[in-house]
């Protein structure tokens, strides 16, 4: 490749980049801040055996494809244990629903917090290398038998074109907006599984006294999305499902609330007359409205429709699935739809994210929503010795034990248990320097200690001093 591109290894960034620049760190030991490991202390890093050759190492196995970048050692663990993945990628979890396709990925990165792209034009070159050399066994006639990824998106794109043309003059006025992707059903948990996370709220559906917003958080891998295909589903059988919209991060318009309410409203145009009628003469009224603000377009396409066909209708209400708000581009858009969403008194929402600031924020100012924790973990009860550990270091102070049970519980969804219990348990013996040292004479030690251990459980993952500023500013 280097010789039939002589710019690429004149580049030099194309080529092999060193041994000694292929360092990796203990699992224990984080990125100490910069864009490379300069500051990192070299005696951390592992000793492994040369290798006896520089070209590149081909892998064959299951390659985790999602929206978030892996920069920590235990998320990686856990996904390599758990799912039995030898590798990380985001590129593909956008594709892979409506074209499955077989994934080369050049690895750039050991998916730690020592992340560099360094290595990154050198696996590109790789991967495309690869990718050469398998098509070149592959017989050219099951090549040219294959559908183009374009085919498969300009067939479903088509299908949507004949819905708008059987509606005839009406579908002309929606033809202006073209929608994004329906949220799809592909990724569905198993049948006789309940698709509602608590079997409790299986008829929130229904029941026109629930609060009208369902919101389901958890972290990245939980099965947030399985869980939101499953119930769309459980909703289109019903007949009670009004439009569904997923947020992708990376993935063009479905990264932004840009063209959110449009998709919205054609998917409603399509599935009632009454709505269509109203949309078309919310279009009618203002040919502009899909340039208007976002409120604008949820007041006019989405809101007003729904009020009016609530007062003429005794049906059960309709529901909006709305999957990870949290990969919508723009902390602005997402404060906004929550505000949105509060606001809309005339149909349900189910919507799932992680639970990031903004977004807790936000619905901590809701009044009556449904709100679950969706966690993937084994839970590790405290015995006998790590309970006694924990009321001698409380000391007879209520506020301590207040502390530990407040702090381990409203951080359940982002944290695995035993790792919070830990922040206890192990030696009060913080690393920091003298004047944030707790005099051994303080008759409040213990407490001093614990408020210490939750702020620096708070900022970890915070290499960089802008972000410890920003975080301990916060406080």
């Known amino acids: 490749?280097?010789?039939?591109?002589?710019?690429?290894?004149?580049?030099?960034?194309?080529?092999?980049?060193?041994?000694?620049?292929?360092?990796?760190?203990?699992?224990?030991?984080?990125?100490?801040?910069?864009?490379?490991?300069?500051?990192?202390?070299?005696?951390?890093?592992?000793?492994?055996?040369?290798?006896?050759?520089?070209?590149?190492?081909?892998?064959?196995?299951?390659?985790?494809?999602?929206?978030?970048?892996?920069?920590?050692?235990?998320?990686?663990?856990?996904?390599?244990?758990?799912?039995?993945?030898?590798?990380?990628?985001?590129?593909?979890a956008g594709l892979m629903d409506q074209f499955p396709c077989l994934v080369i990925c050049g690895i750039c990165n050991y998916a730690d917090s020592h992340k560099n792209k360094l290595w990154q034009p050198y696996a590109a070159a790789t991967a495309a290398a690869y990718a050469k050399e398998l098509l070149s066994i592959i017989p050219a006639r099951e090549i040219a038998a294959e559908k183009q990824a374009i085919e498969v998106f300009e067939q479903s794109r088509g299908v949507y074109t004949a819905q708008l043309t059987a509606l005839g003059a009406q579908g002309s006025i929606l033809a202006r907006y073209v929608p994004v992707r329906e949220l799809n059903f592909g990724s569905r948990l198993r049948s006789g599984v309940v698709s509602f996370p608590d079997a409790t709220k299986e008829e929130w559906s229904e029941e026109r006294n629930d609060p009208?917003?369902?919101?389901?958080?958890?972290?990245?891998?939980?099965?947030?999305?399985?869980?939101?295909?499953?119930?769309?589903?459980?909703?289109?059988?019903?007949?009670?499902?009004?439009?569904?919209?997923?947020?992708?991060?990376?993935?063009?318009?479905?990264?932004?609330?840009?063209?959110?309410?449009?998709?919205?409203?054609?998917?409603?145009?399509n599935r009632s007359k009454a709505l269509r009628n109203y949309i078309c003469e919310a279009v009618q009224s203002d040919r502009n409205v899909a340039s208007q603000s976002l409120r604008t377009q949820w007041d006019q396409l989405t809101l007003s429709p729904f009020s009016k066909l609530n007062a003429n209708s005794s049906f059960p209400p309709s529901v909006l699935v709305i999957d990870a708000l949290d990969e919508c581009d723009g902390d602005d858009d997402i404060k906004l739809l929550l505000r949105l969403f509060a606001e809309s008194k005339s149909i349900r929402i189910f919507t799932t994210s992680r639970p990031e600031t903004p977004i807790r924020l936000g619905f901590r100012k809701m009044e009556g929503i449904f709100h679950r924790d969706l966690a993937l973990m084994k839970f590790h009860a405290p015995g006998e010795e790590e309970i006694a550990t924990l009321v001698q270091k409380a000391d007879g102070l209520f506020i301590y034990a207040a502390t530990v049970c407040r702090f381990i519980k409203t951080q359940l969804g982002l944290w695995p248990p035993q790792g919070l219990l830990e922040?206890?348990?192990?030696?009060?013996?913080?690393?920091?320097?003298?004047?944030?040292?707790?005099?051994?004479?303080?008759?409040?030690?213990?407490?001093?200690?614990?408020?210490i251990q939750i702020l620096k459980h708070s900022i970890r993952g915070a290499n960089e001093n802008e972000d410890r500023e920003i975080y301990c500013y916060s406080f």
């Open 1 to 92: 490749m280097l010789k039939n591109n002589p710019f690429m290894e004149k580049e030099g960034k194309y080529s092999y980049q060193g041994a000694e620049n292929d360092l990796l760190f203990e699992e224990e030991y984080g990125h100490q801040g910069g864009y490379n490991c300069d500051n990192c202390d070299q005696k951390w890093v592992s000793r492994r055996e040369p290798r006896n050759t520089t070209s590149p190492e081909i892998h064959y196995g299951t390659i985790g494809s999602g929206n978030l970048v892996v920069k920590d050692t235990v998320t990686r663990k856990k996904l390599q244990d758990e799912l039995g993945i030898i590798c990380v990628e985001m590129e593909a």
């Open 423 to 451: 922040v206890f348990l192990l030696p009060n013996e913080p690393k920091m320097t003298e004047k944030y040292e707790i005099p051994s004479v303080s008759p409040t030690k213990e407490l001093d200690a614990i408020y």
């Open 212 to 269: 009208l917003i369902f919101w389901l958080n958890g972290m990245a891998g939980t099965g947030k999305s399985t869980i939101a295909r499953s119930v769309a589903e459980e909703l289109e059988d019903k007949g009670q499902l009004a439009a569904s919209f997923f947020f992708n991060r990376g993935d063009g318009n479905l990264s932004h609330a840009g063209e959110f309410v449009t998709t919205i409203a054609i998917q409603l145009a």
